[in-house]
T-cell receptor, first 112, second 114 residues
Framework: GENVEQHPSTLSVQEGDSAVIKCTYSDSASNYFPWYKQELGKRPQLIID?????GEKKDQRIAVTLNKTAKHFSLHITETQPEDSAVYFCAANSGGSYIPTFGRGTSLIVHP | DAGVIQSPRHEVTEMGQEVTLRCKPISGHNSLFWYRQTMMRGLELLIYFNNNVPIDDSGMPEDRFSAKMPNASFSTLKIQPSEPRDSAVYFCASSGGATNEKLFFGSGTQLSVL
């Protein structure tokens, strides 16, 4: 089955800096890569996703890149703000499957 | 739509007791997931239903755990008997319709087994 590795487990940045979270996957048939944000005590919520036929997707201050050859994808947050502090999860869906495999999560701390 | 609705929000019980967690998915979604979240193991998939049928229950820890989905608008996760190591946050999520693979999570149930 699919295996998703996520790094780093903790990321601490100053407000205004950029943050990058990286994930690798094992199943070359995976074709859907969502990112979820979970604020303290809240539910995970989808913030951005990308499909395997696209190399990059951007939504305001967040962007996701995908390298199918290397089987890795990354989340980029620019101009970080304290409200970006949360745990971020990457995930991968194998082709034809509706079951995402989640990474272990990255705790992002943005210091004012 | 009110989103995925879970109950109760918090459950405190004693070891050996039966615990039942409930979930109402988003109307029109045909996939339902139960996850368990702990610091040690992250988000673990317990079971996945599609069109009310259990498709993948390989994540269910042991026979003490059972899940049902009697209709498209209701699912339960039952633990009997409960043990302290079952303490975790249990999330229900649904997906389907026009949003396909995107998961919508409920607020979760914080379970504490004493």
């Amino acid at each position: 089955g699919e295996n998703v590795e996520q790094h780093p487990s903790t990321l601490s940045v100053q407000e205004g800096d950029s943050a990058v979270i990286k994930c690798t996957y094992s199943d070359s048939a995976s074709n859907y890569f969502p990112w979820y944000k979970q604020e303290l005590g809240k539910r995970p919520q989808l913030i951005i996703d990308i499909r395997s036929n696209v190399g990059e997707k951007k939504d305001q201050r967040i962007a996701v890149t995908l390298n199918k050859t290397a089987k890795h994808f990354s989340l980029h947050i620019t101009e970080t703000q304290p409200e970006d502090s949360a745990v971020y999860f990457c995930a991968a869906n194998s082709g034809g499957s509706y079951i995402p495999t989640f990474g272990r999560g990255t705790s992002l701390i943005v210091h004012p | 739509d009110a989103g995925v609705i879970q109950s109760p929000r918090h459950e405190v019980t004693e070891m050996g007791q039966e615990v039942t967690l409930r979930c109402k998915p988003i109307s029109g979604h045909n996939s339902l997931f139960w996850y368990r979240q702990t610091m040690m193991r992250g988000l673990e998939l317990l079971i996945y239903f599609n069109n009310n049928v259990p498709i993948d229950d390989s994540g269910m820890p042991e026979d003490r755990f059972s899940a049902k989905m009697p209709n498209a608008s209701f699912s339960t996760l039952k633990i009997q008997p409960s043990e302290p190591r079952d303490s975790a946050v249990y999330f229900c999520a649904s997906s389907g319709g026009a949003t396909n693979e995107k998961l919508f999570f409920g607020s979760g149930t914080q379970l504490s087994v004493l």
